[in-house]
C-alpha cells in the first residue's frame, strides 16, 4: 500500500506506517525511540493492553481522551481510583470502553504503586541487547524469548493484561527492541 499524497514525502519508512498522517506522525517521532519514566511507562502499558484486539490506530485517535481520564496516567493517581472512577470511565465514549482493561488499568496502577521499586528498571531489565534491524516486516516477531519472560514476571508481581505479545508490543514502542525494518530513515540510535 503506498501512502496518500498527502503524506509522501519520499522518506522510506516501516510499511505499517504509511496509512495515515497519525501513523507516519508516531512512527516518526515516537515509535522505537527509548522512552524511560514510571509514569510515561506506564501510560504506555496501559495503552498497548487497551489496543489488544484493536487497531493501534483506534488507540492513537482515542490518546488525548485516554490522558484526560486517567490524570495523565500518573501511577499514584490513577491507583487512588475507586469504583465511581471505574464507571466514570465506563461511561467516557472517549475512550475504549471494555470494563477489563479499565480496572486492570486501575489494578495495574496499584502494584506498580507498591513494586519497591522503578517500574522503568523493572521493564528494561528485559531489553534484549541491541540486535539487527528487521529487513522487512516479516521478520519482525510477535513474541520473543525476553517479552514471554518479561510478562512471566509482570504476572508473578501481579500486572494484568500483559501477556508475551503485549510485552513484545510495549518493548517495540518504547524502545526496548528497534524494529524498525533496515531501509527506514528513522535512526533511533541518534535520538
Not at 510499511?15 to 501513523?23: P, Q, R
Request: hydrophobic share 40%.
Amino acid at each position: 500500500m503506498s501512502a496518500p499524497d498527502s503524506i509522501a514525502d519520499g522518506k522510506v519508512r516501516c510499511g505499517w506506517s504509511e496509512g495515515s498522517l497519525l501513523y507516519r506522525d508516531y512512527h516518526d517521532s515516537e515509535w522505537g525511540r527509548p522512552l524511560h519514566g514510571d509514569d510515561a511507562l506506564f501510560e504506555r502499558m496501559c495503552l498497548e493492553a487497551f489496543q489488544s484486539g484493536l487497531a493501534w490506530i483506534t488507540i492513537l485517535r482515542k490518546r488525548p481522551a485516554f490522558r484526560a481520564a486517567f490524570d495523565g496516567f500518573v501511577i499514584e493517581k490513577v491507583a487512588a481510583y475507586d469504583e465511581r472512577d471505574a464507571e466514570r470511565l465506563m461511561a467516557d465514549a472517549g475512550i475504549v470502553r471494555n470494563r477489563a482493561k479499565i480496572e486492570a488499568s486501575i489494578h495495574n496502577a496499584q502494584v506498580a504503586r507498591d513494586l519497591g521499586e522503578s517500574l522503568d528498571d523493572l521493564l528494561w531489565s528485559f531489553a534484549p541487547a541491541p540486535r539487527k534491524r528487521p529487513r522487512s516486516m516479516s521478520d519482525v516477531p510477535a513474541v520473543t524469548a525476553e517479552s514471554t519472560a518479561l510478562a512471566k514476571e509482570l504476572k508473578r508481581r501481579g500486572f494484568k493484561f500483559v501477556g508475551p505479545t503485549t510485552a513484545y508490543a510495549l518493548m517495540q514502542a518504547t524502545g526496548m527492541v528497534d524494529d524498525h525494518v533496515a531501509d527506514c530513515w528513522v535512526n533511533v540510535s541518534t535520538s
